[in-house]
């Protein structure tokens, strides 16, 4: 009874977030779509992230990289190979994945900051990289899919028909991301509440516990890794169609990474509603506080101090402190049966 | 191959790369103090240090010399370093490690951001701390400035020691990031042995900061950051626990990283950080806990 309970709670909560995200566009401007297409995007790679730093238990600072590859990989796949965008975001998440395999591995070896380290490395060196192999990536300019294939960018023209439907292009790409969005959101839940999940949450828990209960910790946590950079892939091929169809190395300067951290830290490790305000937290409390006041230097003082903020006065993340308001309610519904 | 070496030209590359070690280590013991204190990386620290250089530089800008400026800056700074720790560590002593490390994620963008309100985004310059005369030792010439950062840094890093080692205070803040428990139960304040940690990072920030800005020439609110970055790298290097690691690798970093700039001419100042790191990572996967660390001993 009390499972029924559970997963009719879960099922509950998912239609709910399924019916904001579908009804959301009604409020907005079309400006403001787009703003929140690309905190779908950031919302993704976060899902992923917390994966590997929430449930187990790594940390990876490497993260905004990994989001490099996958957009790079759209964008070289569209504009040189012939690809329409679309079909080439599962590729970019594959590719993405294999880095983020790669990335894994030092994490057989090093915890704790030194495997931020090394992340953070990766993050570091990825520009350089991106600017070092140009006749690839197109160096510093970038790529620019409106210039390079705009036959093959869905909506960089206008409105997008589907199915009958018309969209704007913005509406278009909200949708897109935060369709893709939920439906991973849904993929990781099934997976950390299953045995990979409790192999992940034993990882973090305590190593010598989880290998002592037989669990190869090398293999579980280059998976983690390799799962998540599936979602940074996705995250970061979408990042290039809510750009105006464009990337350039300076995209994925390191504090992207960082930027990703602190929406997975803010937002709540461990919570996926929490994943998404923690997304949204990224995407418009910058802007937000770019609009207090324009002096130099402020809009960075506000961001800052709403992140301080946030930390002492919600020391579990705005995730958190939604469960602490809701708690009242699930406890009841959980309860009842016992 | 080595016949047409010219080593006088890499001794005084080698100079130059300690005396860019020395910052590095200047900064990377401040890292470390902090991590020994409360087991976060402060990424605020290198924008602290350059803050700290930005009222030094206003003290310059309003008839002080130099030297008086320094001192009062470092103090300054030791008084600044406790108030922030105070404010805004304080609230979250207890909560989980990655929280307080976003705490000093705002803190980067807090400082970084009132540098460039209070002191507009235009670049600026400092006057030099040493003879800007080469001296010539064994025929070949160094750069008296060289020579005195890594003088002063490694002042700063003894003093420090000295300090650790052989006071009452010094015995207690180790006590207490040793075990904070069983030092709450002998007296120790271990709340504010923390306040007394950062109060000396940011001190000690501050004297990397006032080395590394004048030779730059001009600088502006963000030149810190590489220099967070290698200070980081050294410190890991090391081995993020050990003070003397930290100074032994940020200095074999800043060496390597000169040595690198003058004779491999494909790696470009792009590639530089990444070759460094990349570098950093083969050390660390022969040695998981840097050079000197402690490998905590687990059998899995």
Redesign the interface.
Known sequence: MNRVLRIAGGVAFAAAAVALVLVLPHWLSDAKAAEFARAGCFFIAIIGLNLV?GYTGQ?SLGHGALMAVGAYTTAILTADHGLRDLWTIPLAGLVAMAAGFALGL?AR???G??L???T??FA??M???L??FSGLTGGSQGINLFDEALSRSTGALGHVHLAGWTLATNDFLYYLTWGIGLVLSGAAWLLVRGRLGRAFRAVRDS??AA?SSGIN?SFYKTLAFAISGFYAGVGGSLFVLVSNWFVSPSTFTFDKS?LL??GA??GG?GSLAGMALGALFIQFVPTWAANLSS??????????????LV??LL?GGLGGFLLKLTEPLTRRLYTRSE | MLVGVDWAGVAQQVVAGLSSGGTYATLAVALVLI?RATGV?N?AQGELAMFSTFVAWTLTRHGFAYWPAFLVTVLASFAGGIALERA?IR??ER??V??IA??T??????????????W??EVKSMPNAFSTRPIRIGGVAFAISDLGIIGVSLLAVLLLWLFFRFTKLGLAMRAAALNPESSRLTGIRVSWTIALGWGLATALGAVAGLMAAPPLGSFD?NFMQPIL?YA??GA?LGG?DSALGAVIGSLALGVFLNLLGTYVSWVGT??R??AA??V??GV??VR???LFGKLAV???
Do not use: C, H
């Open positions: 730093t940390i030092p070896r090093l915890s900051l030194y931020a380290l090394a953070f490395a570091v060196a520009p350089a990289l600017k070092r190593e010598v290998a910790i960082l951290v602190v830290v803010v490790l002096a130099p230097g402020a809009p960075s003082v506000f961001f800052g101090t709403a992140i301080v930390m002492i020391p | 991590y990386v990424f805004v609230p979250v909560a989980s990655l929280t976003i705490v994620i705002g803190l980067f963008f807090i400082v970084n951001g009132a540098a460039f309100w209070i507009s985004p609110q970055l980081f790298a890991v993020i792009d590639l950080q990444a790191l990349a950093i990572l660390l996967l998981p806990a840097g687990r059998r899995v």
